[in-house]
């Protein structure tokens, strides 16, 4: 059974930073891209970051480019996402996905986090 579990988040205020865990287990994931996204209340799933299981290849959403940078440890099968200088509009809940590169994250063949909140006061 494969399984994403996300930790890391909490309350902070602007400006700190926060590091974000996702542990993934279940199954082998080369060939597939891991991803970070967010939701805020009354908005739509976000892209945020996503970094490929086997190649140093990563993307970032374009709000948080130059913020947050994301990461993995395949020896702990752990996929990071540090976020820097945290805004108010950072605040949501973040899920961890895992997918087949190339394929869609809401597809039949992708893997969801229950989510882990980060609330960002001013």
């Known amino acids: 059974q494969v399984q994403l579990v996300e930790s890391g988040g909490g309350l902070v205020q602007a400006g700190v930073t926060l590091r974000l865990s996702c542990e993934a287990s279940?199954?082998?994931?080369?060939?597939?891209?891991m991803g970070w996204f967010r939701e805020a209340p009354g908005k739509e799933r976000e892209f945020v970051a996503s970094i490929r299981w086997s190649l140093d290849s990563t993307n970032y959403g374009d709000s948080v480019k130059g913020r947050f940078t994301i990461s993995r440890d395949n020896a702990k099968n752990t996929v990071y996402l540090q976020m820097n200088s945290l805004k108010p509009e950072d605040t949501a809940v973040y899920y961890c996905?895992?997918?087949?590169?190339?394929?869609?994250?809401?597809?039949?063949?992708?893997?969801w986090g229950q989510g882990t909140q980060v609330t960002v006061s001013s």
């Open positions: 279940g199954r082998t994931f080369s060939g597939f891209t």
């Open positions: 996905a895992a997918y087949p590169t190339f394929k869609s994250p809401f597809g039949p063949d992708a893997y």
